[in-house]
């Protein structure tokens, strides 16, 4: 039986509200000790909170009662004035009570255990919570709506009918009904690698719209990427200077474009040098730019603004030519980080860029977890798919493990062996 916890729900600013929650079998007792007999399930009732004669606050307080709450466990939950010394006043009851502080993501771990949640609406609650762009809080509530969960459950049932199939095959090996099961099993487990196949190759789309995507700024040394970081994150992150080599260590800035998040990097200007800090900033700069997007930045305004550049350059996904108040023309586009022509058309641009990479239609696996998950899952059905229909046992074999794969991803076989994984990385009170 699970003890009962309590924590804050909530972040109280000033003169705000917090919520404490409570779960666990003596969830109930703690309502009744504190704020009398227990309301109505559901129904919000102002209430005096005392403990032994004291009077604690006064605070809106609900009742949940098992299995219809969040963790599926009983559950009171309390709105309280939001100050520390009121907090702490509760805090020492639910002590007294001998209840326990949770632990970070505590109620959705028992939410899942319960039957409540699966792992992947679990993890969009994190996500949720985190989700520091309209892009993300898009991704997390889509995923908390069961997007990824009906498509991966989808996959499991598609998958223990084929399993089904296979193991007639084994039955009735002796006669015709075999044969076509097996062809049967087979072709389900085609259209099913084939599906996970299309899910998998959409280049990062959906974790990187949870983690931010990368933008790295390459260029030769003065071009003005230092000034372009800058410009782009509204505040001086790095430091410009007119001496060429002045960028060494790789300076990152997150930046909400237009709802995506972007995480800039301003690097060391590339080029041959003697000079082995400076030479480790080139390599880094490279380094960084082979994941995610890259812009190259060039002085428009010298003779050969590639000049010095490495034939190895990695093709970027955007050329931009600054230093457009010195007067050249270029074709693509020319800006001025001096005078701020431009600024805003690369801005737009490169959020169309971002949009591109990042928006569309079917559900984005948004995990390394899920896409782990699925690859074990996609290996097993290859395997499966090369059985001789002679040796039913071997695909049906497969078919099992790509199920038990797929079923680990939204948690519905050796689920705890991942719980604790992924509920460490939650916060308190959720
Ligand atoms: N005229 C003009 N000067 C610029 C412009 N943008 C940047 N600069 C100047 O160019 C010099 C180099 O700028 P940075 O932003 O430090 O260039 P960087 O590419 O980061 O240089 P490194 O870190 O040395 O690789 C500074 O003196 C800037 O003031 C521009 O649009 N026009
Ligand atoms: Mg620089």
């Known amino acids: 039986m699970n003890s009962t916890i309590y924590a804050l ?29 227990l309301p109505a399930p559901r129904r919000a009732v102002l209430r005096r909170l005392a403990w032994q004669g004291g009077e604690i606050d006064q605070a809106l307080v609900l009742w949940f009662a098992a299995p219809a709450s969040f963790t599926g466990e009983d559950c009171a939950e309390f709105h309280i004035h939001g100050g520390r010394a009121v907090r702490e006043a509760l805090f020492k009851s639910f002590e007294r009570l001998g209840f326990k502080p949770a632990e970070p993501g505590e109620f959705s771990r028992r ?3 319960n039957g409540k949640l699966d792992l992947t609406r679990a993890e969009a609650i994190a996500d949720l919570v985190d989700a520091e762009t309209e892009s993300q809080r898009r991704q997390a509530l889509r995923q908390h709506n069961g997007a990824l969960a009906d498509l991966y459950e989808g996959w499991r049932a598609a998958l223990i009918a084929a399993l089904g199939r296979a193991e007639a095959a084994i039955d009735f090996s002796d ?22 196949q299309e899910h998998m190759a959409d280049h990062g789309r959906g974790e990187s719209l949870r983690e931010g995507l990368r933008l790295t700024i390459i260029g030769p040394p003065n071009a003005g990427k230092s000034s ?3 410009a782009l994150a509204r505040r001086d992150v790095a430091i410009v200077t007119d001496v060429p080599g002045t960028t060494r260590d790789v300076v990152e800035a997150r930046l909400d474009l237009g709802g995506y998040l972007l995480l ?28 995610g997007m890259t812009l190259l930045l060039l002085d428009g305004s010298l003779p050969d603004p590639r000049a010095g550049l490495p034939p190895d350059l990695p093709e970027p996904d955007l050329t ?37 990479k990042l928006e569309g239609e079917a559900p984005a696996l948004t995990r ?23 040796r039913p046992e071997l695909l049906a074999e497969d078919l099992r493990l790509a199920m038990r794969a797929i079923g680990r991803i939204t948690g519905r076989v050796d689920v705890e062996e991942v719980l604790d994984f992924i509920f460490r990385d939650f916060c308190i009170g959720k």
Request: aromatic share 2%; net charge negative; hydrophobic share 45%.
């Open 111 to 113: 939410a899942v255990e």
């Open 9 to 37: 729900s909530s972040a109280p600013g000033r003169a705000g509200v917090a919520v404490v929650r409570v779960s666990g079998p003596d969830a109930g007792h703690a309502l009744m000790a504190l704020a009398g007999p």
């Open 228 to 230: 372009l970081i800058n």
């Open 264 to 291: 800039v990097a301003d690097t060391a200007g590339v080029r041959q040098t003697e000079d082995v800090i400076e030479a480790e900033g080139v390599r880094r700069a490279l380094a960084h730019a082979a994941g």
């Open 175 to 196: 006669d015709g009904v075999g044969e076509a099961e097996f062809a049967a099993a087979r072709a389900a487990a085609q259209e099913i690698l084939e599906q996970i």
């Open 368 to 390: 390394p977890r899920h896409r782990a998950g699925l690859m074990e899952a996609a290996e097993a059905l290859r395997h499966g798919l090369a059985a001789p229909a002679e």
């Open 320 to 356: 931009v030519w600054n230093k457009a108040d010195l007067g050249f023309r270029r074709e693509g586009l020319s800006i001025s980080l001096k005078t701020g022509e431009g600024v805003s058309m690369l801005q737009d641009l490169l959020q169309q860029k971002v949009q591109q």
